[in-house]
């Protein structure tokens, strides 16, 4: 396992991490599911255990992921581990209907930091993000005096914002101006190339970078074609129609084929890819069981320049237009 510096922290991590929100289980805001399925605690045990040892030290998780259940089992496994490094976020709740309600403000999240604490099993979150928070809810203050506060009194040892899917560039443009926080959270993978162009200006104001979604959920591991189907308590049974995945099935040969050139799997190329941007400090695909925790420490050589201008011209050309067909469904 390789480690890059997260932005300006003395975060030292590993480049591919445990992206925690599948093992959280299945949960609900009302009818609507935001969990990937059912899951199993003892083979979710197993997998952080495994990513330890195969020297993965990086983990990302929220409150909001199974409801707390995702920072419970990364407490039940790992506590204090002075080796281990804990992000999580905070900003989405449930209200009293069972609806998702977006709440920055300062009381809220010196509350929900204290029971993340509790549930994670430490006295310090490495890295504490505003889940989605935008310019608006910046503006008013109080999430910043919240974060401020939690990092002076030690609760917190770094924050930055885990920024939303298909417009990131106000969040961060405001976190530079103002010059506070210390990273950012983005979507990075070959269909959603939206952050590239940010990236450079992310890392000249020394900025750690975490890319998540490296797979598309899911569609870039190449397991899923036209008449793939998810369960009713999977968020993807929406977001990955048929239509969707009909498109994908078209638009993705190319990535096929590519990662049969590297004699790899797809998941591991779409992993490669974003480990290619040196402005990248780790990549967190979900990984639900062990057999997914050693496909995606998988070695693979760096892509080759002419073929990441491939994959980038592939982007602007057709998987541009999968991903604003993917954004009407969230």
């Not at 407490?75 to 999580?88: D, K, M, R, Y």
Request: charged fraction near 25%.
């Amino acid at each position: 396992m390789n480690y890059r510096r997260f932005g300006n922290t003395a975060l030292r991590i590993s480049e591919i991490g445990f992206g925690a929100w599948a093992i959280g289980g299945p949960a609900y805001a009302g009818t609507i599911p935001i969990g990937w399925g059912k899951t199993d605690d003892p083979t979710s045990i197993k997998a952080l255990k495994t990513a330890f040892e195969q020297g993965i030290n990086f983990y990302d998780t929220a409150d909001f992921y199974g409801l707390g259940h995702s920072e419970e089992l990364i407490g039940q496994v790992f506590g204090n581990h002075p080796e281990v490094i804990i992000a999580t976020k905070a900003g989405h709740r449930l209200n009293e209907k069972g609806e998702i309600l977006f709440d920055y403000s300062y009381d809220y999240l010196i509350r929900a930091c204290s029971q993340s604490l509790k549930r994670l099993k430490r006295e310090s979150i490495d890295y504490y993000q505003l889940h989605t928070a935008r310019v608006a809810d910046l503006e008013k203050g109080d999430c910043i005096r919240a974060m401020q506060d939690l990092q002076k009194e030690g609760k917190i040892r770094y924050w930055g914002i885990s920024l939303n899917t298909y417009d990131p560039a106000p969040e961060i443009e405001f976190l530079i101006h103002h010059r506070i926080g210390n990273g950012f959270q983005v979507v990075l993978n070959i269909i959603n190339q939206r952050i590239v162009e940010l990236l450079p200006e992310i890392a000249n104001h020394h900025y750690g970078v975490i890319a998540r979604m490296p797979l598309q959920f899911g569609l870039l591991t190449g397991k899923f074609d036209r008449n793939s189907r998810f369960g009713a308590d999977d968020h993807r049974a929406t977001r990955l129609n048929p239509e969707i995945l009909e498109q994908a099935e078209e638009y993705l040969l190319p990535v096929w084929e590519m990662a049969k050139k590297y004699q790899t799997t797809s998941g591991a190329l779409a992993l490669r890819f974003d480990l290619s941007f040196r402005e990248v400090s780790t990549v967190i695909p979900g990984m639900r069981d062990e057999n997914q925790v050693m496909q995606n420490i998988a070695d693979l050589e760096k892509i080759r320049d002419h073929d990441m201008l491939f994959l980038k011209k592939l982007y602007h050309d057709k998987l541009s237009t999968l991903l604003s067909e993917m954004q009407k469904f969230g």
